[in-house]
């Protein structure tokens, strides 16, 4: 890759430096042209694209049936925290995944987040009071920070550097189906059969993907890097290294940190300030210390990376959450139609990782990740021009159509980046950071656009008492301006960093 193509210099990021399971198979087959759907990786790929199609599915189908059940359970008071308690543990488990799966291989991270994800499910899908419900999805998303992080170093490990790139198409291709079907199924269920059942059903749709998945990995990816691979870390096969307990502590307080500021946000009291303070004391040398030295300052190679995956999900996220409230309370469309105008987006953000995967798109990686960050903030940009009623529209979802190929274009790129820059011994730790910046940056940013618009008369998270249209009578469209252009500049800035990510 002529931007980012590793030198003979760069010995600790020789392409191949990642994935030792790139090596002939035992009767010496020549597996140069295997593909992901090969029959050596066919019953992984399968398996382990099958276990993101079902957390995007469930992902989809949560924000359908969430207000339901907050009603039912008469905690409308606390619905946002069913959403930040996900995200917060997900933190947690993220960097526990990273220890794991670098000390003794990805198995085991990802078998026992898909069992606390199972779990935060049935006890969400049970719960009886609204407090149990939320504690359901704090155990949820410790499964799935365990789980995506286990996916990442099953990737770095069972896959050569030449199909990472498809693998990680696949990913984004199986949150196509799922983003389209997904609100539709669940209102479905949540009509007729009951919320309950979008949340007990998943887990046993399960079962089939780890049945494919599980034996692959225990043979190509289990077990600490040395064991793994014969050495190639220098192993010896010994007693695997032990839990670095100050990551664990790091990884406490990023959590508690991010959960008592985006407390603060959605209180906009004097007394917030208090919880605020307490949480940026505890965020801010918890990411120092979970993040590669450098991140915040873009220092070249792996911290731009981990830096410009944050700044990307963030910013584009964090915008899209305000889009269908703007296109009801603005335009006067339906929900379900407001959700619709961000269906192509699925497919589009697909189409991108697809496009980023090709052979020969290969020399061409860092200025494809410029274009999808120009992209992604053109879209931003252009989402409150239908704030003025003689635009269209469907001005909307031509431009988040846009936005989400060029994140598909930067989110898959980032993750083959990073397992490329990272030693064997290093992914599961820069898995984990990768998708630590994704996820903070996503409170972090929510939280400020949040408050900017209830500051403005958008209302504030008291706003999800009422339905979507009683909530926001009377909210300014400067609050949704205030939302959207500070996420474009953010996104800018990712163009900018994507500049950064060639090592001198």
Do not use: K
């Amino acid at each position: 890759m002529s931007a980012l193509e590793p030198r003979d210099t760069d010995v600790a990021h020789a392409p191949d430096a990642a994935a030792p399971a790139a090596r002939p198979d035992a009767t010496g087959r020549d597996t140069s042209a295997d593909t992901v759907l090969s029959r050596a990786y066919r019953s992984l790929s399968v398996g382990i694209v099958s276990v993101v199609l079902l957390i995007a599915f469930e992902a989809t189908a949560v924000g359908t049936a969430m207000p339901v059940a907050a009603r039912e359970l008469h905690g409308l008071s606390l619905y946002a925290f069913a959403f930040s308690g996900y995200f917060t543990t997900s933190l947690l488990g993220m960097v526990l995944a990273g220890q794991w799966s670098d000390r003794r291989g990805p198995l085991g991270a990802l078998t026992a987040g898909i069992g606390a994800f199972a779990a935060g499910l049935l006890l969400a899908g049970t719960a009886a009071s609204m407090w149990v419900f939320v504690l359901g999805r704090a155990v949820q998303g410790l499964g799935g920070g365990l789980v995506i992080v286990a996916l990442y170093v099953v990737v770095g490990r069972a896959y050569p550097e030449r199909l990472r790139p498809a693998i990680m198409a696949a990913f984004a291709a199986g949150w196509v189906v799922p983003s389209i079907v997904g609100p539709l199924a669940s209102g479905a269920v949540t009509e007729h059969l009951g919320w309950r059942w979008v949340f007990i059903g998943i887990p046993v749709l399960v079962v089939f993907p780890l049945a494919m998945a599980l034996p692959q990995i225990r043979r190509r990816a289990s077990g600490p890097v040395g064991e793994s691979d014969e050495g190639a870390d220098g192993g010896t096969g010994g007693e695997p290294p032990s839990f670095d307990l100050r990551r664990i502590r790091l990884a406490l307080g990023i959590s508690l940190g991010a959960g008592l500021l985006q407390y603060a946000a959605q209180d906009l009291r004097w007394l917030s300030l208090l919880p605020g303070a307490a949480g940026a004391a505890l965020l801010v040398p918890a990411v120092r210390g979970l993040l590669p030295r450098g991140t915040y300052r873009a220092v070249r190679g792996l911290p731009s990376v981990v830096l410009l995956r944050g700044v990307a999900a963030g910013s584009f996220i964090s915008a899209e959450s305000f889009v269908p409230l703007m296109l009801v309370t603005q335009r006067g469309l339906s929900p379900t139609l407001a959700g619709f105008s961000l269906a192509a987006g699925g497919a589009t953000w697909a189409l991108g990782s697809w496009v980023q995967s090709r052979p020969r798109m290969a020399s061409y990686r860092e200025r494809l990740m410029t274009l999808g960050m120009l992209l992604v903030a053109a879209a931003i940009a252009t989402a409150p021009s239908v704030l003025i009623h003689s635009v269209p529209v469907w001005i909307v979802a031509v431009a988040w159509g846009f936005g989400c190929f060029g994140m598909g274009l930067v989110i898959a790129s980032t993750s083959v980046l990073m397992l490329r820059l990272s030693a064997p011994h290093e992914a599961g730790a820069n898995s984990a950071a990768l998708q630590i910046s994704d996820a903070l940056s996503n409170v972090l940013l929510l939280a400020a656009g949040g408050a900017a618009f209830a500051a403005l008369g958008g209302g504030s998270a008291a706003a999800h008492t009422a339905t979507v249209r009683e909530a926001a009578t009377g909210t300014h469209p400067a609050a949704f301006a205030a939302v959207f252009l500070p996420m474009a500049a953010v996104a800018l800035v990712g163009a900018w960093v994507t500049t950064r990510l060639r090592e001198r």
